[in-house]
């Protein structure tokens, strides 16, 4: 479905949000995955669409939809913050999330009601920088604290969302993953090795991993795949 009657990151407040998204979705159109046929990470990009890093409270409360969120529900979202890390904020956004609350709320003549356009994201996202990747990857894992981040990145590679243009997003990648393992790991090679279903992603990755430093990426220790 589109996200068209959804307030974007300047509009949204909370609960109030949450309830509307809960009294749109169709029973029958409901499960773990999805709700209304959107995903988390539908949820959360159209929240972040005002740029900047999508708040931890916003988080709890789109995942507070998806108590049974699984490893590939996660893996949409690292992929979706890959993809969106260091994007410059729409300056029309905050107009339309606006006016699109208000009228979701029908609070014209409420003096109380946000100010249209007056609103940005608290903590803009740097160009160049993966600090909002790292930030969400970190709320993600205290809102699921039982999640099996191995099992999440071994799948991104089988992933079609996972897109790596450019080398601003493999660094995100690369960002996402220390967030998970810690600054002293490596990001792991085999997985992104194998025959993978996104061989774009992986030829992606490639062009960028060969050029970094081995502190960050390392093949020594990847199986042989010819003999020299």
């Given at each position: 479905?589109?996200?068209?009657?959804l307030?974007a990151a300047?509009?949204?407040?909370?609960?109030?949000?949450l309830?509307f998204?809960?009294n749109y979705?169709?029973e029958?159109?409901?499960?773990?995955?999805?709700v209304?046929?959107l995903?988390?990470?539908?949820?959360?990009?159209?929240?972040g669409?005002?740029?900047?890093?999508v708040s931890?409270?916003?988080?709890?409360?789109v995942?507070?939809?998806?108590?049974g969120?699984?490893?590939?529900?996660?893996?949409e979202?690292v992929?979706?913050?890959?993809?969106?890390?260091g994007?410059l904020?729409?300056?029309h956004?905050?107009?339309?999330?606006?006016?699109?609350t208000?009228?979701?709320?029908d609070?014209?003549t409420?003096?109380?009601?946000a100010i249209?356009?007056g609103q940005?994201?608290?903590d803009?996202?740097?160009?160049?920088?993966?600090?909002?990747?790292?930030s969400?990857?970190e709320?993600?894992?205290?809102?699921?604290?039982?999640?099996?981040?191995?099992?999440v990145?071994?799948?991104l590679?089988?992933?079609d969302e996972?897109?790596?243009?450019?080398?601003?997003?493999?660094?995100?990648?690369?960002?996402?993953d220390?967030?998970?393992?810690?600054?002293d790991e490596q990001?792991?090679?085999?997985p992104v090795?194998?025959?993978r279903?996104?061989?774009?992603?992986q030829l992606?990755?490639?062009?960028?991993?060969v050029?970094k430093?081995?502190?960050?990426i390392?093949f020594?220790?990847?199986?042989?795949?010819?003999?020299?």
């Open positions: 479905r589109s996200l068209e009657c307030p300047a509009g949204y407040e909370g609960e109030t949000d309830n998204l809960k979705a169709d029958e159109d409901s499960d773990d995955e999805s209304g046929g995903r988390p990470c539908d949820l959360i990009e159209e929240i669409r005002a740029g900047g890093a931890k409270s916003a988080v709890e409360d995942l507070s939809a998806f108590p969120i699984t490893a590939k529900g996660l893996a979202i992929c979706m913050a890959v993809r969106n890390s994007k904020s729409d300056l956004t905050p107009l339309a999330a606006g006016v699109l208000i009228a979701i709320r609070c014209w409420d003096p109380s009601a249209l356009g940005q994201a608290e803009p996202a740097e160009e160049g920088s993966t600090a909002d990747v790292t969400l990857i709320t993600l894992q205290e809102c699921v604290p039982e999640a099996t981040w191995d099992k990145f071994e799948i590679f089988d992933m996972l897109q790596l243009p450019t080398k601003h997003c493999f660094e995100a990648l690369l960002a996402a220390r967030a998970v393992r810690g600054e990001f792991p090679t085999d090795l194998r025959l279903l996104n061989t774009t992603a992606q990755f490639l062009k960028y991993a050029g430093e081995p502190a960050a390392s020594g220790h990847s199986e042989r795949l010819l003999e020299p």
